[in-house]
């Protein structure tokens, strides 16, 4: 056999039939995604300035506009993940030397930290313990001493299942003349969130989580304040694919050609944002805290605590503490390994003493709750655990 041969017989060992295992995602993101996307994100390409696209655009946003509850009009799709619209608002509304004030009670609060510093801000911190959350009292100490253009909190932190309360913090912050963003990443569609009856200035969220829609595509709003200082900057937004000037001309009237959209992706968000707009925001709401509400009693029964106090908890995602004594990855290792159910190591300061469940749109349902539990009892037994 030549050379030719061989390169041509591997390549074609290399490329065989793509065959993926029946996962339950039960983990921080992403979650299973519904068979209506799935279905969706099938369909047959048209192009990204076709009209029919157009008009697709437009249901987008009205449907993104209702998850949220905002009448912001530069509410959009990044074409990118989550990361990438968390990254947009810092760089849209971040000149050099801009004081940003970063409330700080997980690992995306650092993350926060580190994209406004790399845009030239003056990045002050504000921290908590992981899992707790601030009041309205020590935000406004914080804003009274570093009196910041941006404050920035994590609405739904994923990394320990805390749900930090936004209502009357928009007004503090225009108290203080500044901007409130908030990540929605992991509550956009399974937690109340009220963009303008709080005063959201700013906020992003990911596709993957509770709309149930595969990533790749990222919610990401603008307020009138914070297109008011994207209009008044004094440079360039640094970043040319986020910047939202630019972008605004392709999803604004004009329909001026940027990128080419991702067609499908955006077939299958519009049909996720459907599903909420079919269920309604507060059947939805409803669903996620009664399947968590189901998950937390098992586990109590169980004799395991929960990471966070039950009144800050997040529905969609749950820290769960390692019971002493257990061996925290190889518990995920066997769920995944013999029953195909996933659930997230702890990350950061929660590795090794958590877990991280998500119940999280499809997925956010009683049998799964059940599944994981009975998968979860048996794991822990070989470990030998037993609640006490």
């Known amino acids: 056999m030549n050379a030719s041969l061989l390169i041509n017989e591997n390549h074609r060992i290399q490329t065989q039939q793509l065959d993926v295992p029946p996962r339950l995602l039960l983990g921080p993101g992403p979650s299973n995604a519904h068979p209506r996307v799935l279905q969706a994100l099938g369909m047959r390409q048209i192009g990204h300035l076709d009209p029919q696209f157009i008009e697709l655009m437009n249901e987008i946003q009205s449907l993104l506009k209702y998850a949220w509850q905002t009448d912001n009009p530069l509410t959009i799709p990044v074409s990118a993940t989550g990361s990438a619209a968390m990254e947009g608002t810092l760089a849209n509304t971040i000149e050099a030397g801009d004081v940003v004030l970063v409330g700080i009670n997980g690992y995306f609060g650092h993350r926060l930290v580190d994209m406004a510093g790399r845009y030239g801000a003056d990045v002050r911190k504000l921290t908590k313990p992981w899992g707790e959350v601030f009041n309205l009292d020590e935000l406004r100490a914080g804003l009274e001493e570093h009196r910041p253009a941006i404050l920035a909190l994590v ?194 300061e929660l590795a090794g003493k958590a877990w991280r469940v998500g119940l999280m749109g499809f997925n956010s349902r009683p049998e799964n709750v059940t599944l994981l539990l009975t998968a979860l009892k048996e794991v822990l037994a070989k470990e030998g655990y037993s609640a006490s």
């Open 155 to 348: 609405h739904a932190e994923t990394s320990t299942g805390a749900c930090q309360p936004l209502e009357d913090v928009g007004d503090l912050c225009r108290e203080y003349d500044c901007l409130l963003l908030a990540d929605t990443v992991t509550s956009l569609g399974g937690v109340p969130l009220l963009l303008d009856e709080w005063g959201v200035d700013m906020a992003y969220s990911g596709s993957q989580k509770c709309l149930s829609c595969p990533p790749g595509i990222a919610p990401f709003t603008l307020g009138p304040r914070a297109v008011n200082k994207l209009s008044q900057r004094k440079t360039p937004v640094p970043n040319w694919y986020l910047d939202m000037a630019l972008v605004a001309q392709y999803w604004g009237t004009e329909r001026t050609y940027h990128h080419t959209a991702p067609i499908n992706m955006n077939y299958a968000l519009r049909e996720a944002l459907r599903l909420v707009a079919d269920e309604g925001l507060e059947a939805r709401w409803a669903r996620h805290r009664h399947t968590a509400e189901l998950f937390w009693e098992g586990l109590a029964e169980m004799g395991i605590k929960c990471h966070v106090e039950a009144q800050y908890r997040l529905p969609s995602l749950t820290t769960v503490c390692i019971p002493e004594g257990i061996d925290g990855k190889a518990v995920t290792r066997q769920l995944l390994a013999n029953y195909n159910i996933e659930i997230g190591n702890g990350l950061g």
